[in-house]
């Protein structure tokens, strides 16, 4: 059983990027997905989630409007498009899938 992030890096204020999280070794459509984010000297919060069929989504009010999460069932990949990216987004970014954690993806925006 494996999640993998991807596509973190570091991006200027107002950039974007998209991470992507590839799940393998279980049944990946069943369950919903989450993705944390932990800045340092911080405690872990959830930034966005969607369910299972990719028909309902949740957005924390510090990334709304900015953010967008989808996924493809079919290469068992979830995705986080982050645009008009703030130094505040920056954190260590983890995809979290019924039991399962990625290793977690460093984003920074910084000028």
């Known amino acids: 059983v494996q999640l993998v992030e991807s596509g973190g890096g570091l991006v200027q204020p107002g950039g974007s990027l998209r991470l992507s999280c590839a799940a393998s070794?279980?049944?990946?459509?069943?369950?919903?997905v989450k993705w944390y984010r932990q800045a340092p000297g911080k405690e872990r919060e959830l930034v966005s989630s969607?369910?299972?069929?990719?028909?309902?989504?949740y957005y924390a009010d510090s990334v709304k409007g900015r953010f967008t999460i989808s996924r493809d069932n079919t290469k068992k990949t979830v995705y986080l498009q982050m645009n008009s990216l703030k130094p505040e987004d920056t954190a260590v970014y983890y995809c979290?899938?019924?039991?399962?954690w990625g290793q977690g993806t460093q984003v920074t925006v910084s000028s």
């Open positions: 979290n899938c019924a039991a399962y």
């Open positions: 969607i369910n299972s069929g990719g028909s309902t989504t």
């Open positions: 070794g279980f049944t990946f459509s069943m369950y919903a």
